[in-house]
């Protein structure tokens, strides 16, 4: 990736800036400083400042925006490695409802299977029992 050229005005002043950032992107850059500086230059008392004092707090209004930028930037990806670990949990406890559910429907086939063997054998046992009766009955 080659170095690229732009131009850029703030503050009513034109620079030429290089880098590997595309222009958009810069002009936006630019775009944002001037909205700093224009916010800086309409507030009460701001013209009796001197250059160096401007400039300073100008500095740290847009460190001020950076750092609470990125604060909320490590809260969201707190969250999201949060909701991360819940989703995770949620397969597993999906996954484990899943294996107990399994377990359960072959006990349930089991004593279905169960229950026929005993209702055979029952059957069996009745019809023996009504033949010994009927047998000692004749």
């Given at each position: 990736?080659?170095?690229?050229?732009?131009?850029?005005?703030?503050?009513?002043?034109?620079?030429?800036?290089?880098?590997?950032?595309?222009?958009?992107?810069?002009?936006?850059?630019?775009a944002?400083?001037n909205n700093?500086?224009?916010e800086?230059?309409e507030?009460e008392?701001?013209?009796?400042?001197?250059?160096?004092?401007?400039?300073?707090?100008?500095?740290?209004?847009?460190?001020?925006?950076?750092?609470k930028?990125?604060?909320?930037?490590?809260?969201q990806?707190?969250?999201i490695?949060r909701?991360d670990k819940?989703?995770?949990?949620?397969?597993h406890?999906?996954?484990?409802?899943?294996?107990?559910?399994?377990t359960?429907?072959?006990?349930?086939?089991?004593?279905?299977?169960e229950n026929?063997?005993l209702?055979a054998?029952?059957a069996?046992?009745?019809?023996?029992?009504?033949?010994?009766?009927?047998?000692?009955?004749?």
């Amino acid at each position: 990736m080659s170095a690229k050229k732009s131009e850029v005005l703030i503050g009513g002043r034109v620079y030429t800036l290089s880098g590997y950032e595309e222009e958009e992107y810069l002009q936006k850059v630019a775009a944002y400083i001037n909205n700093k500086l224009t916010e800086f230059s309409e507030m009460e008392g701001a013209a009796h400042l001197s250059a160096d004092m401007r400039a300073t707090l100008i500095e740290l209004n847009i460190a001020d925006d950076f750092f609470k930028a990125k604060d909320t930037i490590e809260k969201q990806e707190a969250d999201i490695e949060r909701k991360d670990k819940e989703i995770y949990d949620l397969k597993h406890d999906r996954i484990s409802e899943q294996i107990r559910i399994e377990t359960l429907e072959e006990n349930v086939r089991n004593l279905e299977t169960e229950n026929k063997e005993l209702k055979a054998i029952k059957a069996k046992l009745e019809a023996s029992l009504e033949e010994s009766l009927l047998g000692s009955l004749n």
